[in-house]
Every structure is written in C-alpha cells, then in structure tokens.
C-alpha cells in the first residue's frame, strides 16, 4: 500500500539534455533528505552504448550543464562568493575542471565550437553583502507586483547575457536584462549574428504589463529593432530556419488564461498564424500531480520544426509544426520532459503506475525505468454531460476493493482551474485508496486542455464550474453504490481551496472538508495576491471599486454564515499566491459558526507546499488531512 512517508523513496526525473550524437543523455534525479528537511539534486547521464547510468554529482546542489560539440558534458560543480566552476566529463566520474568564472551562473547552452550562450548575475561583493544584512529588517515596495510566490519580495537585480569562448576564455555581453530593458525570452542565430528577445513592460508607475515586444538585435553592429510592441503575451520565441517564430496570446477572446497560437513575424514586423485556427490547445503539461520535480521543457527548435508540449483532453502532447504549418503528433500520454536529436526523441513520461521515466521514441524502449514500488491501486473512469460538454470522470477504487460494501468517499478538486486530473500517479490520492477511501475527481469547466471556450470561466465562478462538480458526484454515486454517500468529504489546493470554501457555503452533503491555500474573499485577494490586481479582476470579470458586488457574490466567504462542516485549512505564511489571510478569513467565520474547525499553518513555506514543499511539512500536511478525514468519515478518534 501506499504510505504518507513513500514521497521519500520517489526518484524525480527532470531536465533532459542529450548529446550531439545521440548516445549520452544528461538528466537530474532529485529526493527527498529527511534529515536535513531538503532536497537534493544531482546529475545523472545515461550512456546508451554501455546501457545504464552513472551519477556524476553527489553535492545534491541542482547543477546545471550543457554537452560541448565533443560529446562531453560541461557542469557548474562549484561555487562560492568569488567564482563559479565548471568542469568537463567525457566518461563517468567528476572530469576536471574546464574554466572559472567570477559570475553567479544562472544558465549555459552551447551553441557552436567552443561557443557558449551564458545568462547570469554578479557575484555579490563583501560590502554589498554587509549592506543586505544591515537593511533586512525592511522591505522598499517600488513595483506592482512587489512580491511573487516561491521568490519572495522583489528587488531591482540585473541579468547579462554572455558569449563565452573558450578557446581564449573571453566573455562578451550581448545583453543585459535590468528595471530599464526586462527581457523575458531570448533566443540567438545558428551564425551568431542576431539575438531576438522579447521586453516586458511596466507602465509609468511600475505597474507590470502583460504584452510583450518583440526586438531584433544585431550582434556586429548593436542596431536593435522593434519588431512588434505589446502585440501579445509571449511563452517563447525562436529562430527557426532564419526566421523568427513565436507562440503567444494576444489576450483577446479568454483573457488571462487564454490559449496561445504559433505565429511568424518578419523583418518588417508582418506577423502571420502558422497553426490552424482550430488547434486550439494549452501550451506546456498542465496535468496535476504531487509526483513530479523539477523544470521541464516546453519548446524546441530542431531538424527544421518547432517541437512543443501541449496539454489536450487527459494527455500532455509533443506536437511539431514547420513554418509551412505541417503539423504532427510526436508522442501522446504524459510527456514531462522532452529533448529531439537528428533521428530520434527522448522523454520523460508518467504514467499510472510510474514517475517520469526515460523513453526513446524509435525503439519505445525504457531507458530509465521507475516503476511505483507499492501496489498503484485502479483508476476507473466514465463520460458525462455537463452544461453542454461531455466531461470524463476518475473513481479511484480502495485496496481490497469489494463491490457488496460502502465506502467513505473524496472528492478532489485541482487547482488553476486551468489544470487538469488525468490516470497519472498522484500520490495522495493513492494514499487515500491505500487507506480504504473511494477518491473521485473530474476537470470541470475552466480546467485546461479543451480550448478556451471550456476553460473561459470568468465571472463564473461558483457558478457551472460547481454544478460540473455536483453532477459528476450524483452521477458516481449512482454509477458505484459502494459510495457511502452520508461519509462524504471535499478538499483542494488553490482553485481546489476556492472550491472547497464554496461547495461548504452552498451545500450540507459533505460531512467534512479540507481547504489548502485557498481563495475566499475575491474582494481581499485583489490587494494581497501577488497576481491578484489582474488575475482577481480577470477571472471575476469584476474589481472592488466599480462592480464590488459582482466580485463578492464570487467570494465564498459572503456563503460562510451557512456553513455547518467541519473544516480543516492548511495555509503556508510565506505563500504570496494565496495570502494566509484568505484562509484566516474562513477559518475566523466557520468558527464563530460554532462549527468544528482546526488550521495548520507551516512556516517558511509557500503556495507549493503539496508540490515541493519541505519533506517534512509535507508528509505532516499529508497526515493531517487523512486524521481529519478518518475522525469524521471513519469515527475515528485521532490523538492529538
């Protein structure tokens, strides 16, 4: 079965990097350190000749690295206040060290010879160290945002973007990224003769906005051009075949969560849709689970094709378009990580009863296998309409599962809402099963992965997303009469907290709930969130000034006097996403409700706390939500 605790045995595969020639494949492995309350990250390469893999680090310090045009693989291994180490390995073992640079290293990519694309920052000096430490019982607010989840509060700080040689050692800044030009995406010729980049832009009063411009910069002479200003919001941008492309929104038809289309762009800024209308997806994985680690790439330009992921229906996708438009399927299922060579794809892939493994496209072969080690309980799934779409529904059965009993039951709900639940391992929902629950969950209207149309919930909230949710549970109560439907509970993270508050102000079906980092007071959150003064007037179609009434019908705490179950919140207090005053809010009312209610608030923490929180809040957050669910689904009487 599977236990709270397992999170510390998951291997995390992430980061995929390949050799020129195809036979050496670089890629992170991360676990949990329970004893230190951390995690650690390492390199690992997989040599394709000798069929197995080899770590090359053991530090645990998340390196960075990039294959030079012999194969080999060059690292950060080191750093300290002066310098960061890079080192060269050909075969397994620590190499030796290639070069030194007094830079805090943020990126490498080679791109030819002994040529490297460098993005980094300057090391901070003695003095400027002593200055952080003598000013840090205050904070200088500037900009809006001023603060962002998992970073903390912001500061003007300064990005270059270099050329290093090797051969000579020399290092040659192409750009640099500051308050006055913030690049966000940036990308350099095959001939290395032109950068373009997108800028993003605050207004006149350090207000953040959300088109980009696209500039075009010649390397000899420094020329740069405006090819495009604030035309769309941008996820990438390319040279593909000596033309530019990019994939963005201009925020029209859905807004903030609007879906992107692929686009090419001239010389002359003439911008023109490469893809099809109707190819009408979500760009990136946006599936949930609390089984993955670690970056993963969207976009890459190889063999004349841009390859992307999209997430469509349950899946996450790797597509690939030429600038004609000749789109094509590369790999379905669950692609996580993805790196395309001459002649063949390697990827990572989840599936229902693995975390990401290590696939070659060619031969289908696992390269890296990762198989769950404990029994993965069955996942059993049913179409259904809803508000004028056909939904798919997910009923995670319990071990020893026997059709002639009840079950107590969860309803899960994901976050965004423009994610999506699909059949992937999800570890708590297989802890639940493990422990004798009936898990059920769906995507309801606003998840991604069914165009913008499904996912365009604004000014909805509350309203056909939790019909959605409401139908799916009838239905799966009625599809599986082993649901005990008087030991019901409803719990989520995010959009899912937001839901959880609002289903408890509207209905007395559930006998108990969990809310984690949730949102309750639209009203609130639009001042305090760290996407909240766009994001809050976005998605409720409504602001605080103009139309307050609107927004607070959205808000789940205006419900909250009706509110008669037992509810449990989980908030982290360095989560700027959600602020822990949302939570506060709820928790406060449901008390003086009279009704039972508990909060755990994890310090130094933030919005990912079920993600990538410390081992230990999350296996503490993980046990505290199955007691509360236990003492009021199972009259189980849990110490405290």
């Keep these: 079965m599977t236990e709270i605790k397992d999170i510390l045995s998951y291997d995390f595969l ?77 075969v397994a073992g620590l ?81 640099k990224s500051d308050k006055d030009n913030s690049v966000g995406i940036l990308d350099i010729d095959e001939n290395l ?24 910069k010649d390397l000899k002479t420094g020329e740069e051009k405006i090819l495009s200003e604030k035309s769309h919001s941008i996820y990438t941008i390319k040279f593909l075949e000596n033309e530019i492309v990019f994939v963005g929104s201009d925020l029209k038809s859905g807004g903030i969560n609007e879906d992107c289309f692929i686009y090419k762009i001239d010389g002359d800024g003439k911008i023109t849709k490469i893809n099809d209308d109707d190819f009408d997806k979500s760009f990136g994985n946006s599936i949930g689970t609390d089984a993955r680690f670690g970056a993963a790439k969207t976009f890459q330009v190889k063999n004349n094709r841009l390859y992307f ?138 998840s991604s992965g069914n165009g913008v149309k499904y996912s ?19 239905l799966a109560i009625e599809k599986y009469p082993q649901i005990d439907s008087d030991r019901m509970a409803i719990y989520g993270g995010s959009y899912g907290g937001f839901m959880t508050n609002w289903a408890i102000g509207h209905t007395n079906r559930f006998k108990a709930a969990c809310a984690q980092r949730s949102i309750s007071n639209w009203t609130s959150f639009y001042g305090v969130s760290d996407i909240g003064y766009y ?23 205006k419900y909250a006097d009706r509110v008669k179950t037992p509810t449990l919140f989980i908030h982290s207090d360095e989560d700027y996403r959600c602020p822990l005053e949302q939570g506060l809010q709820m928790y406060n009312r449901i008390k003086l409700n009279g009704v039972d209610t508990k909060m755990f608030l994890f310090h130094g923490e933030n919005h990912e706390l079920s993600r990538s929180g410390k081992p230990k809040a999350r296996i503490k957050r993980l046990t505290e939500i199955k007691n509360w669910f236990d003492r009021y689904l199972k009259d189980e009487d849990i110490k405290e």
């Design 95 to 175: 190499g030796e060290e290639l070069f030194k640079l007094d830079l805090d290293v943020k990126s490498i990519k080679w791109l030819r010879d002994d040529i490297f694309l460098i993005s980094a920052s300057k090391k901070k000096s003695k003095e400027e160290k002593e200055t952080d430490k003598e000013n840090s019982y205050f904070k200088e607010l500037t900009t809006l945002p001023f603060w962002f989840n998992g970073v903390g509060f912001l500061k003007d700080s300064t990005t270059y973007y270099y050329l290093y040689k090797l051969s000579d050692k020399s290092l040659t800044e192409i750009l």
């Design 535 to 557: 994001f809050a007037t976005d998605q409720t179609a409504s602001n605080p000034y103009d139309s307050l009434d609107k927004m607070w019908d959205q808000s789940p705490i």
């Design 456 to 474: 365009d919930i604004r000014g909805k909230y509350g309203d056909i997303d939790f019909s959605d949710l409401m139908n799916f549970t009838d």
């Design 309 to 446: 992921v999209v997430t469509e229906k349950e899946e996450s996708k790797l597509y690939s378009i030429n600038l004609k438009g000749d789109l094509r399927l590369e790999l379905d299922g669950c692609v996580e990580d993805f790196s395309v060579t001459d002649d063949d794809i390697y990827y990572l892939e989840m599936a229902k009863d693995s975390l990401a493994e290590l696939k070659e496209k060619s031969t289908g072969k696992i390269l890296v296998e990762n198989k769950i080690k404990s029994p993965v309980y069955p996942i059993e799934e049913f179409n259904f309409e809803s508000n004028g779409d056909t939904l798919k529904g997910y009923v995670l059965l319990p071990k020893d599962f026997d059709k002639n009993k009840k079950y107590p039951c969860l309803l899960s709900v994901h976050g965004g809402p423009k994610t999506e639940f699909s059949d992937i391992f999800h570890h708590e929902h297989q802890t639940f099963a493990s422990n004798g629950y009936i898990v059920i969950y769906t995507n309801p209207h606003g």
């Design 193 to 216: 003769e032109k950068i373009v980049y997108t800028r993003n832009h605050e207004d006149s009063n350090r207000v953040k906005e959300f088109l980009d411009s696209i500039i075009l």
């Design 14 to 90: 992430s980061e995929l990097v390949v050799s020129n020639d195809g036979n050496k494949i670089a890629y992170k492995k991360t676990k949990a350190n329970e004893k230190d309350n951390k995690y650690d990250t390492d390199l690992f390469v997989y040599d394709k000749k000798l069929e197995k893999s080899y770590r090359l680090t053991d530090s645990g310090d998340n390196p960075i690295c990039s294959f030079d045009k012999e194969n080999n693989l060059i690292y950060k291994r080191y750093t300290d206040d002066k310098t960061d180490s890079f080192y060269i390995s050909d």
